[in-house]
Nanobody, 121 residues
């Protein structure tokens, strides 16, 4: 079974920094995009950042200039460094990977369980 496990969430003061990690384990043939989504209180899940198979990053407007995504392709791991954090960044952050189990199957989205990030003084 494919499993995504996030870590690094917690409580941080406004203006602070935090780094999230996500590792994919289990049998998977390949992963294309890998990144992060978040869901704040009373809100729907929204895109935050991801990195393509070719190493090209993409960011939501709300986090541009403050968040940085990196990816270790050999280890199937993705990181999200969050700086200059704001209270509105408070959310459950979910790791996402688009992968396929074999070269003849379609790509599907795989999700982690989520990790809580709370920005508060």
């Amino acid at each position: 079974q494919v499993q995504l496990v996030e870590s690094g969430g917690g409580l941080v003061q406004p203006g602070g920094s935090l780094r999230l990690s996500c590792v994919v384990s289990g049998t998977i043939f390949s992963i294309s995009n890998m990144g992060w989504y978040r869901q704040g209180p009373g809100s729907q899940r929204a895109f935050v950042a991801d990195m393509s198979y070719g190493g090209n990053p993409a960011y939501a407007d709300a986090v541009k200039g403050r968040f940085t995504i990196t990816r270790d392709f050999a280890k199937n791991t993705v990181y999200l460094r969050m700086s200059l954090l704001k209270p509105e960044d408070t959310a459950v952050y979910f790791c996402n990977a688009r992968g396929r189990m074999s070269p003849t199957t379609d790509f599907n989205d795989f999700w982690g369980q989520g990790t809580q990030v709370t920005v508060s003084s």
